[in-house]
C-alpha cells in the first residue's frame, strides 16, 4: 500500500531529512586518505544522537542478509555499489567512496546518499559522480504530480545509459514515510507513462546507482550485504528524499 502524507507530515519528514543530510556533511568533511571507514560510521552516530534521531540502518534485518547491518552509514568504496559496511578500511588516495545514511526523527524517516573521491581522483570517477548526479536530477524534475513512477525510472534510465553505464538490475528507490521502505519500488530504468502516478504528499528515496563499466549485474560480497560490480569497474550512488507536492518536487535530505 502506498501512503499518502499530510502537509504536516511533510515538514515533519522535512525535519528528519535535515539531520539525514547534516550527517552526510558531516562524514564528507571527516573523510580523507587514512581514515577508517569504522570513523566515519561514529561521525554519523554523533550526529544523529545529537540530534535525538534514530537510525533506520543499524539493526535493519532483510531476509537477504545473514546478520542485522551494524551500523548507521552504508560506506561503499570503488567497486562496492550499495549496502558496504563500514569497516576498520582505511581510505586510500582516489578511493571513490559512496555513503548512505538514514535517520528517524519523531517517527519519519529520511534517507540519502552521496559519492565523493578522495585525494586525487581519477578523471573518470568524477565524471561517473557527475553522470550519477545529473541522473538524479533528471529523476527528481520528472518527479511531479500527474507524471508515474515510470517517467523517473526512465529519466534515471536515460542519462545512465547515454552515458553507457550499468545500472543494478532490480535495485533502486522506494517509497518512504513512517518505514524507511515503503511503497511503490522506484526502478533506476523503466518505462514513461508506466506505474503508479504520482500526486501530492507522495514521498520517495529516489536513488541512482551507475556502474562504470557498462554491466547490470553485480554480485554479493562474502558479508551478505556489499554488493559489487560483477566486472569490477566502479560504481556511484547518490540519493534524495523527495516529496511530490503541487508545486512540484521538495527535496526533503538538503541541509
Ligand atoms: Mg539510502
Ligand atoms: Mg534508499
Redesign the pocket.
Known amino acids: 500500500m502506498v501512503e499518502i502524507k499530510t502537509d504536516a507530515a511533510l515538514e515533519a519528514m522535512r525535519e528528519a531529512g535535515r539531520v539525514v543530510a547534516h550527517a552526510l556533511a558531516a562524514v564528507q568533511d571527516a573523510a580523507g586518505v587514512g581514515v577508517a571507514l569504522r570513523e566515519l560510521d561514529a561521525v554519523a552516530r554523533e550526529v544523529l544522537d545529537k540530534a535525538g534521531a534514530t537510525s533506520p540502518f543499524l539493526g535493519y534485518h532483510p531476509s537477504f542478509a545473514p546478520v542485522p547491518f551494524p551500523a548507521v552509514i552504508c560506506a561503499s568504496v570503488n567497486d562496492a555499489v550499495v549496502h558496504g559496511i563500514p569497516d576498520g578500511y582505511r581510505l586510500r588516495d582516489g578511493d571513490l567512496v559512496s555513503i ?1 545514511c ?1 535517520a528517524v526523527l519523531d517517527g519519519w524517516a529520511g ?3 552521496v559519492s565523493f573521491t578522495v585525494g586525487t581522483a581519477r578523471p573518470a570517477d568524477l565524471a561517473l559522480i557527475e553522470t550519477t548526479r545529473r541522473a538524479l536530477e533528471a529523476g527528481i524534475a520528472a518527479a511531479v504530480v500527474g507524471n508515474r513512477v515510470g517517467d523517473i525510472s526512465h529519466a534515471i534510465g536515460g542519462v545512465a545509459r547515454a552515458a553507457r553505464h550499468g545500472l543494478p538490475a532490480n535495485l533502486g528507490g522506494h517509497g518512504i514515510g513512517r518505514r524507511m521502505h515503503e511503497e511503490p519500488h522506484v526502478p533506476n530504468s523503466g518505462t514513461p507513462r508506466r506505474g503508479f502516478r504520482l500526486r501530492h504528499g507522495l514521498v520517495l ?1 529516489i ?1 541512482p546507482m551507475l556502474m562504470a563499466g557498462g554491466r547490470d549485474d553485480y554480485r554479493t560480497a562474502p558479508d551478505g550485504w556489499t554488493l559489487r560490480t560483477a566486472d569490477g569497474s566502479r560504481a556511484a550512488h547518490i ?1 534524495h528524499t523527495v516529496a511530490i507536492t503541487d508545486d512540484g518536487p521538495r527535496i526533503l535530505t538538503l541541509p
Open positions: 548512505d538514514g534517507d540519502a546518499a528515496a536513488e540519493e
